[in-house]
């Protein structure tokens, strides 16, 4: 069975940083592909970042040139890291990943969510 960890979350003062990471917890599974998505009290989950196969990223508008999403494949592990935050950005942090494992030859996919983690922006 494979999880993916999330952690780093917490309580940060409005302008300040915070880095999530999103880890798979076998080394024999490989992260093609991530999201980071949020969601807040009473709203929609939604779409924050992403990181391709190629390693091409998208943002939502609302967090470009803030928010950077990247992965150490060495690591097998993704971040989030998140600079310059506001109220507006609190919420519940959520990595999916798109795990790949390879067994005599053959490749597959797997999608996986993470448990999540709280991100409070407040002075």
């Known amino acids: 069975q494979v999880q993916l960890v999330e952690s780093g979350g917490g309580l940060v003062q409005p302008g300040g940083s915070l880095r999530l990471s999103c880890a798979a917890s076998?080394?024999?599974?490989?992260?093609?592909?991530m999201g980071w998505y949020r969601q807040a009290p009473g709203k929609e989950r939604e779409l924050v970042a992403s990181?391709?196969?190629?390693?091409?990223?998208n943002y939502a508008d609302s967090v470009k040139g803030r928010f950077t999403i990247s992965r150490d494949n060495a690591k097998n592990t993704g971040y989030l890291q998140m600079n310059s935050l506001k109220p507006e950005d609190t919420a519940v942090y959520y990595c999916?990943?798109?795990?790949?494992?390879?067994?005599?030859?053959?490749?597959?996919?797997?999608?996986?969510w993470g448990q999540g983690t709280q991100v409070t922006v407040s002075s």
């Open positions: 999916n990943a798109l795990l790949g494992y390879s067994d005599y030859g053959l490749t597959y996919e797997y999608d996986y």
């Open positions: 076998r080394s024999d599974f490989s992260i093609n592909a």
């Open positions: 990181i391709s196969k190629g390693d091409s990223t």
